[in-house]
């Protein structure tokens, strides 16, 4: 299946603690947004570990399972790179 994860993390060790585990799973192409093709087992995983690096009372998590035939029609409009791995959030 094809997923995308986004969040809203306002601590950088937590953020940095979720982008690690998510970069295991997926690939970065936003700054806050992961997407790629996950078996059903590595889906529970990733999915597994993202409460234990966020704080569930202050943090949000979305996670977006594509069917088939929405992930080939998805569309970027825009520059469509991925984030380079240096490249950190910036907390406003």
Wanted: proline share 3%.
């Amino acid at each position: 299946m094809q997923v995308v994860v986004c969040y809203d993390v306002s601590d950088d060790r937590r953020r940095s603690r979720l982008m690690k585990h998510l970069k295991a799973f997926l690939e970065h192409v936003q700054k806050s947004v992961f997407e790629g093709p996950l078996d059903g087992g590595r889906f529970e995983r990733m999915r597994r570990g993202i409460p234990g690096k966020i704080d569930m009372e202050k943090d949000a998590v979305r996670v977006y399972s594509l069917c088939r035939r929405c992930s080939p029609v998805t569309e970027v409009i825009g520059l469509g790179i991925t984030v380079d791995e240096e490249e950190k959030d910036v907390v406003v």
